[in-house]
C-alpha cells in the first residue's frame, strides 16, 4: 500500500476461504507486522481475515518514523479494505501506541465497524511518566521537565485521546 505521503505500508493478510470481515491489527511501539502477526495469531481461523501492518518508517516500511502519520497509515490500511472487500465489516483492534490512531480512526472512517484497544495510552503523557521512572535524575529536573514538555507537545493534537472520543462519538 502507499500512504497519503507516498511512502509504502506493508501488511500482511492471512485469510481462509469462506471469510467474512477483516480485523486490522497494529501492535505496540509500532512493532513491526511480523511482530504483531505473531502476537495476534490466536485470531486466524475464526472466520475473518486478519491483517497485521506497521506505520510509516517501521518495518520495512518506506518514510521516516513520524507520530504525525498514524493516523493516516491507518486510514490508508481501512480504505484498502473497504475497496479490496466491499461491504464486508472491518474491525480494528490496537495495542500500546497505535491505541492512538485506533481510537482516533472513527472520526477520519465512520464506516470502521469497531475498534478493540489493548493498553490504550494517552501518548502526551509519556515523556512524563519516562521522566518519573529515571529518578535517579530527579536532580537534572529543571532540564529534563522542559524537554518532557517539548516531547509532549510535539505529538500532534489529531492523536489527543479526550478529542477522538468526542469526535467518534458525534460520527455515531
Given at each position: 500500500?502507499?500512504?497519503?505521503?507516498?511512502?509504502?505500508?506493508?501488511?500482511?493478510?492471512?485469510?481462509?476461504?469462506?471469510?467474512?470481515?477483516?480485523?486490522?491489527?497494529?501492535?505496540?511501539?509500532?512493532?513491526?507486522?511480523?511482530?504483531?502477526?505473531?502476537?495476534t495469531?490466536?485470531?486466524?481461523?475464526?472466520?475473518?481475515?486478519?491483517?497485521?501492518?506497521?506505520?510509516?518508517g517501521?518495518?520495512?516500511?518506506?518514510?521516516?518514523?513520524?507520530?504525525?502519520?498514524?493516523?493516516?497509515?491507518?486510514?490508508?490500511?481501512?480504505a484498502?479494505?473497504?475497496?479490496?472487500?466491499?461491504?464486508?465489516?472491518?474491525v480494528?483492534?490496537?495495542?500500546?501506541?497505535?491505541?492512538?490512531?485506533?481510537?482516533?480512526?472513527?472520526?477520519?472512517?465512520?464506516?470502521?465497524?469497531?475498534?478493540?484497544?489493548?493498553?490504550?495510552?494517552?501518548?502526551?503523557?509519556?515523556?512524563?511518566?519516562?521522566?518519573?521512572?529515571?529518578?535517579?535524575?530527579?536532580?537534572?529536573?529543571?532540564?529534563?521537565?522542559?524537554l518532557?514538555?517539548?516531547?509532549?507537545?510535539?505529538?500532534?493534537?489529531?492523536?489527543?485521546?479526550?478529542?477522538?472520543?468526542?469526535?467518534?462519538?458525534?460520527?455515531?
Amino acid at each position: 500500500l502507499e500512504n497519503a505521503r507516498g511512502a509504502s505500508i506493508s501488511a500482511f493478510l492471512s485469510a481462509k476461504d469462506g471469510d467474512y470481515g477483516t480485523v486490522m491489527v497494529s501492535g505496540g511501539n509500532a512493532m513491526g507486522k511480523g511482530q504483531t502477526w505473531r502476537y495476534t495469531r490466536f485470531l486466524h481461523g475464526n472466520g475473518f481475515r486478519t491483517l497485521a501492518f506497521s506505520f510509516e518508517g517501521y518495518d520495512s516500511n518506506g518514510g521516516a518514523a513520524n507520530l504525525g502519520t498514524m493516523l493516516g497509515d491507518a486510514s490508508t490500511v481501512h480504505a484498502h479494505l473497504r475497496t479490496r472487500y466491499p461491504g464486508e465489516p472491518v474491525v480494528y483492534l490496537a495495542s500500546s501506541l497505535s491505541t492512538a490512531a485506533a481510537l482516533c480512526l472513527p472520526s477520519r472512517a465512520s464506516e470502521l465497524d469497531g475498534v478493540v484497544l489493548e493498553g490504550a495510552i494517552n501518548l502526551r503523557t509519556i515523556p512524563f511518566q519516562k521522566m518519573l521512572q529515571w529518578w535517579p535524575l530527579l536532580p537534572l529536573f529543571p532540564i529534563t521537565l522542559p524537554l518532557a514538555g517539548a516531547t509532549s507537545a510535539s505529538v500532534p493534537g489529531e492523536l489527543s485521546p479526550g478529542r477522538c472520543a468526542e469526535q467518534a462519538g458525534d460520527t455515531r
